[in-house]
């Protein structure tokens, strides 16, 4: 009962380690993802220095660096406990293989010792010899055969566990070295991590005398996006009566007061589009092939003066000069937009989700044009001050959704 319940233990410990294994390359992975975010944020960040019109710029720029360090130091972290978890395990392995591999061996040489005081031929033949009957010398010899075959597969046995226990060995110390590779890559990261601060604190404060001003920069620019905001709200009704007259046109048989303006009544072709576009929440690909999210969704505080408030209806995405935006998932082109002669957007339907694209220099898209998941919708414009910044926004009819929760990692 004892060694099968060592069994099992010993069974549950290897299937977690087997889950820990797959968890550690997941982490590994993500890790490399997030070293490549920083190198493409310091991209930025020295793109936007060089231009040095906007330490407000650097100072988001800054923020997601200090965000992608932290993030980085807790994904190694995840790595390190893992690594803890795998070596306490291989060492309790390690601990009943030294406990069995001593007990075979003893066992084995009290074995060959008393094989040693039976090793003449003479004694052999003189055990069978003295049988009393045919059926004893038959058993006897049966018994030698036998003694012999256990004492050849003990020592395969002592030989196979010796394997096994060099192997845990070898594992162990391929871990502790890891694990050791990972407490320096925290230490520096940690490091890296307070310079990155003291910087950002240092840049903060020399530029918190123009409040006056960055305020009038909010107001001014969120009642441009306001104004944008309003504008695309009507396009979206106006999509959502258009494809309610469609429908209605399809089937005259529908009871009155079935077709709303704020609602779509879904076809049967509709409806599939938008379960699929439902189906895949939280694995959309990103709207630009490079960025990191500026601005989140709803009320977010700004990144110098927290208590400025500042409305976002999506996120707003900085990503690299000359990138384009692409579509998240398939779907048709409702309408191109132009707010002024250097910002266009582009209205994507999913069934009866919305998905725009603001802040184009250039559309490479139609009104009606059937689009494909990651298609280049256009180029995002690079303002004066050297950002590159997409603004996405996901809505269900006209009810805005975080695309935090619909984007892949975001």
Request: some cysteine; hydrophobic content about 35%; charged content about 30%.
């Amino acid at each position: 009962m004892q060694k099968f319940l060592i069994g099992l233990f010993f069974l549950c410990t290897t299937s977690i380690m087997w889950g820990q294994e797959s968890q550690q390359e997941k982490l590994e992975k993500r890790k490399a993802e997030i070293q490549q975010e920083i190198r493409d944020n310091e991209r930025l960040l020295q793109s936007v220095k060089k231009k040095e019109k906007s330490a407000v710029n650097v100072i988001i720029l800054q923020n997601n660096k200090i965000k992608l360090k932290e993030k980085l130091i807790r994904t190694t972290e995840k790595q390190t406990k893992i690594l803890n978890n795998d070596m306490y395990i291989n060492q309790m392995k390690i601990n009943k293989l030294n406990k069995e591999l001593a007990e075979l061996k003893e066992d084995y040489a009290k074995m060959i010792v008393k094989s040693y005081k039976s090793r003449s031929e003479q004694s052999r033949a003189m055990f069978l010899l003295s049988s009393e009957n045919f059926l004893q010398a038959y058993k006897r010899a049966q018994y030698m055969k036998q003694y012999t075959s256990f004492r050849k597969m003990q020592g395969e046995e002592i030989k196979s566990k010796t394997d096994e226990l060099l192997g845990y060995n070898e594992k162990l110390n391929t871990q502790k070295i890891a694990k050791k590779k990972l407490l320096v890559e925290n230490t520096k990261e940690k490091m890296s991590l307070e310079q990155e601060k003291k910087e950002q604190l240092k840049l903060v404060n020399s530029i918190k005398k123009d409040k006056k001003k960055i305020t009038a920069d909010i107001k001014k620019k969120q009642q441009e996006s306001r104004a944008i905001e309003r504008q695309i709200e009507r396009l979206i009704r106006e999509a959502i009566a258009e494809a309610n007259r469609k429908a209605a046109s399809e089937n005259p048989n529908a009871a009155a007061g079935t077709y709303s303006s704020a609602r779509i009544v879904l076809t049967a072709e509709a409806k599939i589009l938008a379960d699929n576009f439902r189906a895949n929440r939280g694995k959309l690909p990103w709207p630009v092939e490079k960025g990191f999210v500026s601005l989140g969704f709803g009320k977010q505080p700004h990144p110098i003066y927290p208590d400025l408030e500042i409305q976002n209806s999506g996120v707003e995405i900085t990503t690299e000069q000359g990138a384009n935006a692409r579509a998240v998932f398939e779907g048709e082109v409702t309408r191109v937009m132009i707010f002024s002669p250097v910002n266009k957007g582009v209205m994507i339907q999913h069934g009866d989700y919305f998905t725009v694209y603001q802040n184009l220099s250039s559309v490479y898209v139609t009104k009606g044009e059937k689009v494909s998941t990651k298609q280049s919708l256009g180029k995002i414009r690079t303002n004066g001050e050297g950002k590159t910044v997409l603004k996405f926004t996901i809505s269900q009819n006209t009810t805005y959704n975080n695309p935090a929760s619909w984007l892949y990692n975001m």
